[in-house]
C-alpha cells in the first residue's frame, strides 16, 4: 500500500511539473523584457536611440512621484522631462552594458541636467541602464541627450500644463508631427498609465534624426482618450 502511495505522488508531482512548464511556455512575455540571448548586450552595439519624453505631472501623482522631492517637490511644475536616450534595436534593446565608466553619475554632471532630467536618481539609473550601451563617456551620452532634447519641438498646446487636457493617442502624436517636420506617425508612440498619458517615445538615427520604428510603434497606447493632468 506504501508502495503504491508513493507512485501516486510521484505521478502526481510529474504532472504538476509539466503542467507548469506548458502553462510557462504559453504565457505572454513581453519581446522587450524577454532577452535570453544577453550576448548581443555590448555597448555601441545597436539599431537606433528612442528619445522617451516624460509627462512629470502623471509621475508626480504617483506613489513613487510623491516620494521624489527634487522632481515633483511643492515648487516644482516639470512638463515634459526626459524619461531617457535609449539604445534600441530592431528587435528588444540592450541594457546594462559593461563599461569603463563608472556607474555613478558625478554629482556636478548629473546637476547640470536638472532642467530636463529633474533628479539624480533618474540621471543615475537612465546613466546605468541606457547609457552604459550608447559606446559613449558619461560626458559625451548626457550631451547627447541634451542634443536630443534640444531638436525636438514641443507642442506649446501640450507643455503648458495649466489645466487637464483629453486626447486620443493619434491627435497627441500629431500635434508632435506638426511641429516637428521629418516625424512620422511609424516614428512615434504615446505611452499611456492607465488612462493618463506617460510619456512620448520618438525614435531617431545615431545622428538623431527622425526614423520609423515599427517594434516601438506597435507598442504605443490605444485607448481613445488620454489624460494630460495638470501640472501641480
Not at 135 to 161: C, H, N, T, W
Not at 177 to 196: D, K, V, Y
Not at 211 to 225: K, N, W
Request: proline share 5%; hydrophobic share 35%.
Amino acid at each position: 500500500m506504501m508502495k503504491k502511495s508513493s507512485a501516486v505522488r510521484e505521478i502526481l508531482f510529474a504532472a504538476v511539473l509539466m503542467l507548469a512548464t506548458a502553462i510557462s511556455a504559453l504565457s505572454p512575455v513581453n519581446a522587450q523584457e524577454r532577452r535570453q540571448d544577453r550576448t548581443q548586450d555590448r555597448a555601441g552595439n545597436f539599431d537606433f536611440y528612442v528619445l522617451s519624453l516624460s509627462w512629470s505631472p502623471t509621475f508626480c501623482a504617483s506613489d513613487k512621484g510623491a516620494r521624489n522631492g527634487q522632481q515633483c517637490g511643492l515648487d516644482k511644475r516639470s512638463r515634459f522631462v526626459v524619461h531617457g536616450l535609449w539604445p534600441q534595436n530592431e528587435n528588444g534593446y540592450p541594457d546594462f552594458c559593461r563599461t569603463a565608466e563608472s556607474d555613478r553619475v558625478p554629482r556636478d554632471l548629473g546637476e547640470a541636467m536638472f532642467d530636463i532630467m529633474p533628479s539624480m536618481g533618474l540621471v543615475g539609473h537612465q546613466w546605468r541602464k541606457h547609457g552604459s550601451c550608447s559606446g559613449l563617456g558619461q560626458r559625451a551620452y548626457f550631451e547627447k541627450v541634451r542634443q536630443a532634447f534640444q531638436q525636438i519641438e514641443i507642442p506649446a498646446d501640450l507643455s503648458r500644463g495649466d489645466r487637464p487636457l483629453s486626447l486620443s493617442a493619434d491627435e497627441i502624436e500629431q500635434k508632435f508631427l506638426s511641429a516637428n517636420p521629418g516625424m512620422t506617425h511609424r516614428g512615434i508612440a504615446a505611452s499611456c498609465e492607465g488612462r493618463q498619458l506617460e510619456e512620448i517615445r520618438i525614435c531617431l538615427t545615431k545622428d538623431l534624426a527622425f526614423r520609423d520604428c515599427a517594434e516601438v510603434d506597435r507598442r504605443g497606447c490605444t485607448i481613445s482618450q488620454i489624460t494630460l493632468p495638470p501640472a501641480r
